[in-house]
């Protein structure tokens, strides 16, 4: 757990003394994290970096003098002043010290050769460093019983806790879920929950990383390995596009477990449980193994590589390119998503490449806004327009960095959403719109121009005062998603528009919840688009003279793939581990269009509804692998390292596409490694330049490096979407997204896969009144594609005229509600 | 055993409403539900963290903080002997073991019929006075065994009833406090310089500029 | 025997009643009785203090030299003035958690002149500028509480508190709140933790000066029950009538609990800093000596946590300074008797059990030191000690309170006075404050603790007991 202190900048230095020597430190920065980076190592069981200290274990007291004269002051809650003098090391410290250790070990019980700690656990190191042999306290120690689940995912051994208040600080201050708690008093004081209301936290996990000793544990790490057998490396979660450092650990070539690093533009050592719990699926019973072929009788059967491959290049080679298309890649490496875009764009000569479902952001507005780093949005005093995805749901620790840039950082947040969200209790203004009103409210909100009747369903006066924080801010930072996947992603589009017209100087964070999708649309997996932010208008003659041939015009989009696959026109769909058949939005387009497209040919790691339906499935390697690089949101590269071997004969994805290339007539030009592939598209793209993989990996912190936030294409104009009135007795549709859904790498998670909530459709109180329908009445909602059952919640949350539905839970598909060609999506709900 | 009924969740928002911040009612709002049940329940627990706007973890962490309240249904009285040292000097642990041996339970322990739970208590403020109990937090000075023999027999008579109510009542006069009369209750972040102190200010500043 | 308190005591001669001029009056807790009883005029303090301006009133407060009563004896009028200017709001935090053991004072001053104690938070309030006072009256005190409420009830209705107080632009609320039983909530900060809802625990100071950031983070002021009481007396007659009684630095009286083994036990308002322990003890106003037939054993001084003096300064005079350097403190004013019959070890047992009990938790030291200092001596009580014991004790409690620990001298073994106060491994004093017991009786009484350990019975035997 030993935490390093923040990495900061000197602004104000001062000079103090540490055991003698004269060292230059930051004002006001906390005494421990000064002597620590100047070689003088505290030892503390209570501070973390990341956390306002307690002061309450009291092992790091050290002497201070400030000038009245020599103290013991804990220095993890005192602020380095000029000429202070420390002594870290003297009798009277050390004997504190020792007397610490010994009052904490008097009621600690002697399991370390059982204890997940053991080998890994600060009290033991101090213990062994400094300790006492025999202990003193010969009376009877506390006795509890032995671990106690506090939720589905952590234990509790009250006996070993030392009551360092770092997980129920952890879960009230950093991530606002105080459901742990002391409780009792004094040497009675233990860790619990409310009876019957478990440490149900996205990110209860943090808690067992931060915890000193071995007090509290995961189920999915629990005895399943010992400090001496991990081998480890650092790596970026790629569970979504916040991309958060990690450590990925390894005991016999299988990860067993996952620990957050502190990036200081990112995760600040923060992980959402999803991210940290994500080995259990690459250690799944199901991972994809060997290639499969459908057979003459209809069923899948393993084959040969040379053999799938083979088929995949022959169904490919038979049609006309433009009858081909590449869907998904939003999960590869960058390294990947370039080679699959040359091979596409290139060697197949495709233009209908699309790493988004249709469910994103255009690639050109991604790429197109000024961008925003989280810093940027998080900056100390700022103002944030927060039109994206609910946070906590979605981007989990970027939720964590709003938060606390909220709570601690003055920052004012004004949210628009459709209903509301984890962040809403944080935020200065949380407006709650009717579906496919965001524009009006975003153009009212900037101008300050409130019609008396309100927008968008909200009133005007919650407008106006929404509207005043807003006033005069000119670099206003706006955090843009897809809130509502019912809803057209004109609509934000339209919204986006109204900001940019009346504040020229925003600048945007794009709130895309895959792993790498903006990494993909950075390589060009897009279409009409090339690599390094170019379009076929401006990038043909770079890439190609880079690959001899690129598209002339520009081919369809994630939802027209769909559509023509639908109709008949696509011969050859490529699924580069993309599962429409439960992740799009509209359900019954993807039906159609897995079932109209020709060959199906699908990468993945996991069995999913779509590769079930495939025609050749390729297994790929997964997250810890295979190295390469990623891109986060902000468009940040970090590297991914491989830990261990994929399953069976699985291969990187970049190896397939190369594979291919060849087997069509091509070349993608890559020998060995994907180091090659990185290193050819920093040398034709401009926005990557002085990120060569030689500069990457010369980094000395994990923080990657930021692709640059200015350098854009052009926006194209868009024509704004025309949203029709909701007629009277309908609703209007929200679909949106939980952290735990029913998703491949969900469901072959034993520890998530537990916590993915139950289907409902959530109602405003008054429509609920209005239809006589209660908490757990059975509904069906139905709009004019399909319908679904499933009990109603009434949730003050959602605003009037608005229904609900989570997308893909359990067996209730909202999806079949949706028609993607549709701005809105209305519905009827019925008692059954 | 229950959550607050209507009247106490009314008499709970006035309560909050004495706070800035609605937190602040916690211990009240918890002593008010010990009043209605006799001891704090879960139930009520989760009422209060809802009318404070906290999660029940929350006030279980704060109520079980505090040595009055009671997590387990108790008796009618809790007889409470001090033994700290004013008290112990005059024989207030002696005191203690007589209750023990009167009602048959030791500290923390309910008789069978319900009617005390008996405790062994830290100083009461009534040192002087000693050795001194509380009988649900009303005071009985200078108590020798026979006077406990007494104070027992009237409680289970009633002949105390009008002193003593039962446990969980704390006063039974409420501070009254209505709209009308209340200054200035809002949360910190929308307080100013209060008017007096202004209005002094401006005089001595533009006294300082009369004479400079 | 309900809610009896102490009747009226006399005053020494010269020695004006200033708080506790009401205690013997039937209706002295009630408006009409405050304004028609007592050594001044209900209120009239108050109307006074609403003439001048808010800086003068502090003034007057410093220039009396009002100590604290709650403990530290810190001037009030300084305190005051910590308050960062132009910062708003402001609170006022009323402290009648008493519950030092000993302490027996603020309950008789809530419960016998309650608007005495209103009329002291309103002229604070004015003073400097609070925007709401919260009386925190300790939770077992049902009484009190009952007594206060009444006593606010009609302050407000008679327009003495709340908005436009006396038709003038001052307004400011007075809320009742109490505990629910934890000694530590006494400490200024953890009381404003519990004030806030949370557990009483302690902050740390620095950062968390409650004058600077108290109550929600805003600057607080809070004052013993007792120091307020002080005001409307203060303001009623004059800075030098204040300070013709005591000294120079602990000008005016004092309420002392005398208790434990004296003849007559109770709770007397006496000069501060002229009065000596003998006097309060022997005296026939006072204590009028201690129990026939018996003699002075030791005694402490100022509560619980206060080191224990014994015959040899019984000759000092009630003065904070005088006792600080004798190696003890005045505390809350609680003088606890003990005579020859009195068991060192026992009454050192009770004490520590108390801390042990009582500690909140939060520091390491504090929360397993003070419970493992309590094993050691019971087992010693209970005859199983060992020899090592003895310094295993000392060393625990030094890890708590570095020393040397604040004693007393010990003329006959030549020992000098440690002076107060105490060094510390914990955030607040509670820790430390077990460990005075301990000192104190192993310098003096080492021997009581050697006979209870019986050398051969290393072993535990079945049975065992110890005629104490
Ligand atoms: C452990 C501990 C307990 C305390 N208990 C009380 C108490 O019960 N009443 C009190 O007035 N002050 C108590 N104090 C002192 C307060 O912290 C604070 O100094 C005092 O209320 C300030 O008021 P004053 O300046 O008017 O004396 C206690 C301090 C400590 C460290
Ligand atoms: S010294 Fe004891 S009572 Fe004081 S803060 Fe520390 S643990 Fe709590
Ligand atoms: S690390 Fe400073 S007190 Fe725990």
Known sequence: MSEPPRRIEITEPVTITVDGREVTAQNGEWLIDACERNDAYIPRFCYHPRMEPVGMCRMCLVEVDTGRGPALQPSCMLPVTPGMSVDTTNDKVAKAQDGVLEFLLSNHPLDCPVCDKGGECPLQDQTMAYGPGESRFVEEKRHYEKPIPISETVFLDRERCILCDRCTRFASDVAGDPLIHFIDRGSQTEIATFPDEPFASYFSGNTVQICPVGALTAKPYRFRARPWDLEEVESTCTSCSVGCRVTIQSSRNQLVRYQGVDSDPVNWSWLCDKGRFGHEASNSEDRLREPMRRSEDGALRVAQWSDALGAAAAAIRSVDPSRVAVLGGARLTNESQYAWTKLAKSVIGTDHVDAQLGDGLPAEVVLGLPGASIDDVCAKGGTVLYLGPDPKEELPVLYLRLRHAAVSDSVRIVECSPMRSGLSPYAAASLQYAPGELPALVAALCSGDVPDGGVAGVDADTVRSAAALLDGIDDLSVVVGRANLAETAGVVVDAIDAVRSARPGARYLSALRRGNVRGALEAGMSPGLLPGRTTIATGSATWTEAWGAVPTAAGLDGLGILDAAAEGRLDVLILLGADPLTDAADRSLARRAIAGAGTVISLDSLPSASTLQSDIVLPVAAFGECDGTTTNLEGRVTVLHQKVTPPGTARTDWMIAAELALRLGGDLGVESSQVELWDELVKHSAPHDGLSSAALAAQEDPDGLLLPLDATIELAATTPTNVPPRSADSLRLVVNRTLYDSGSAISHCASSAALVPEASVRLSPADAAAMGLETGTFVTVASSHGSVSVPAVVDPGVPGGAAVVRHNLESVDAGVLVDAADPVCDVRVELR | MARLTPENVELAHRIIARYPRPKSATIPLCHLAQEQDGWLTDEAMVHVAELVGCTPAEVLGTASFYEMFKRHETGRYCLNVCTNISCQLLGGEELLEHAEQVLGVRPGGTTSDGMFTLEDVECIAACTEAPAVQVNYRYFHRLGPDDLDQLITDLRSGALDDVVPHHGTLGRVHQDLDGDRIANITPPEAQTEPVWIRRHRELAESNDGGAS | ?468
């Open chain 3, 1 to 468: 025997m309900i809610g009896t308190t102490t009747p009226a005591m006399p005053t020494a001669p010269g020695v004006p009643a200033i708080v506790s001029s009401r205690f013997g009056v039937a209706d002295g807790h009630t408006l009409e009785g405050y304004r028609s009883s007592g050594s001044y005029e209900g209120y009239s303090a108050l109307r006074a203090v609403l003439e001048m301006s808010p800086s003068a009133a502090s003034e007057i407060v410093k220039d009396a030299s009002l100590l604290g009563r709650g403990g530290a004896g810190f001037p009030a009028g300084i305190k005051w003035g910590f308050c960062p200017a132009d910062v708003w709001p402001r609170y006022i935090v009323v402290n009648g958690d008493e519950s030092e053991p000993g302490t027996y004072k603020d309950r008789v001053l809530m419960e016998r002149d309650p608007h005495q104690l209103i009329e002291g938070c309103l002229i604070a309030a004015y003073a400097i500028g609070a925007a709401q006072v919260f009386l925190y009256v300790r939770g077992e005190m049902a009484h009190a509480q009952e007594r206060i409420a009444a006593a606010l009830n009609e302050a407000y209705a008679a327009g003495l508190v709340g908005r436009n107080i006396l038709g003038t632009d001052f307004s400011v609320d007075i809320v009742l709140h109490w505990g629910a039983g934890a000694y530590i909530v006494g400490e200024e900060t953890a009381l404003i933790e519990s004030l806030e809802g949370n557990r009483g625990m302690p902050r740390l100071k620095p950062p968390f000066f409650p004058a600077a950031k108290g109550v929600y983070l805003a600057p607080t002021i809070v004052n013993n029950v007792e120091t307020l009481s002080n005001l409307p007396w203060l303001f009623s007659h004059s800075v030098e009538e204040y300070r013709s009684v005591g000294t120079d630095s602990s000008p005016g009286t004092r309420l002392i609990a005398l208790s434990g083994h004296v003849e007559n036990p109770g709770i007397f308002e006496v000069a501060q800093g002229t009065t000596t322990f003998r006097e309060l003890f022997e005296s026939e106003l006072y204590g009028n000596g201690i129990r026939a037939g018996h003699e002075l054993k030791m005694f402490i001084p100022g509560g619980a946590s206060a080191p224990w003096f014994f015959p040899e300064q019984v000759d000092l005079p009630l003065e904070g300074r005088v006792v600080g350097g004798a190696g003890s403190m005045l505390g809350s004013g609680a003088v606890v008797v003990m005579d020859e019959t009195t068991d060192a070890v026992r009454a050192c047992l009770r004490l520590v059990r108390f801390f042990a009990r009582e500690s909140c938790g939060k520091c390491t030291p504090c929360r397993e030191g003070t419970t493992w200092e309590e094993k050691i001596l019971q087992r010693i009580l209970d005859g199983h000690g060992r020899p090592s014991d003895l310094e295993l004790l000392l060393d625990v409690a030094d890890n708590i309170s570095p020393g040397p620990y604040p004693v007393a001298s010990d003329p006959a073994n030549d020992l000098d006075a440690v002076p107060y106060p105490p060094r510390q491994t914990t955030i607040c004093p509670l820790g430390p404050s077990s460990v005075a017991p301990i000192t104190s009786a192993i310098r003096r009484f080492r021997h009581e603790f050697e006979d209870k350990i019986v050398q051969r019975d290393l072993i535990p035997v079945e049975g065992v007991s110890v005629d104490v």
